[in-house]
């Protein structure tokens, strides 16, 4: 167990709806990352945030996301108006940046997204 | 061209088997080495970070040759419990971990 948990775990909607995913880490994690995964894929990187700002955000990040961590605890990620593209497994991950240098990354179970 | 390519697979070994995979990374400036292990529906987690020196630990080594920006992990004596994807992943310093597409393991009995 890396303590970081994510729900929902899964998640089907319809086209256009929105949806939003919630990831609490351990509080040592300083930083806090997201990645989307689909099948026969690596994760593939969204955002992430230090403390409660938001560092970078991937090109694959369009509008319709947006990623919070309000007081740099607890985060969410929202996909607004969802398309079947959307469908994969949104997976948050926390982390320690130490000597400046990203070390190991703590997943949580992650939060599959079906859209239909 | 994907920043970390690793072997298709899947590939399927009998137990006891030795089996190699090899991974390339296309940023010089990667500074930090990694490989994942995933399981089946399961979440990422850490199998070994890679030294330039290469390291060991167990049955699993890991080498990095930075001239030709080629990363391996070699499992000896494979178990079924081995069975897994594995993941390469690099990243150039302060920055968030990049991750190869990974590759299937299965070990048969």
């Known amino acids: 167990d890396t303590g970081v948990s994510q729900n929902p775990r899964h998640k089907i909607t319809k086209r256009g709806q929105n949806v939003t995913f919630r990831c609490d880490p351990i509080s040592e994690h300083n930083r806090l990352y997201w990645y989307r995964q689909t099948l026969g894929q690596g994760p593939e990187f969204l955002t992430y945030?230090?403390?409660?700002?938001?560092?970078?955000k991937s090109r694959l990040l369009s509008d319709r996301f947006s990623a919070e961590r309000p007081k740099g605890s607890f985060s969410t990620l929202e996909i607004q108006r969802t398309e079947q593209g959307d469908s994969a497994m949104y997976l948050c991950?926390?982390?320690?940046?130490?000597?400046?240098?990203?070390?190991?990354?703590?997943f949580g179970e992650g939060s599959r997204l079906t859209v239909l | 061209r994907k920043e970390v390519e690793q072997d298709p697979g899947p590939f399927n070994v009998p137990e006891g088997a030795t089996v190699a995979f090899n991974c390339t990374y296309s940023?010089?400036?990667?500074?930090?080495f990694f490989w994942y292990r995933q399981d089946c529906r399961k979440e990422p987690k850490l199998l070994m970070s890679v030294y330039s020196s290469g390291n060991e630990d167990g049955r699993f080594t890991a080498q990095l040759n930075r001239a030709s920006q080629y990363i391996s992990l070699l499992i000896r004596d494979s178990k079924l419990s081995d069975s897994a994807t594995y993941l390469c992943v690099v990243n150039r310093g302060n920055t968030p971990l990049v991750f190869g597409k990974g590759t299937r393991l299965s070990v048969i009995a």
């Open positions: 945030f230090q403390n409660e700002a938001q560092l970078e």
């Open positions: 940023n010089s400036a990667s500074q930090s």
């Open positions: 991950a926390g982390g320690v940046v130490r000597d400046s240098n990203t070390g190991e990354l703590f």
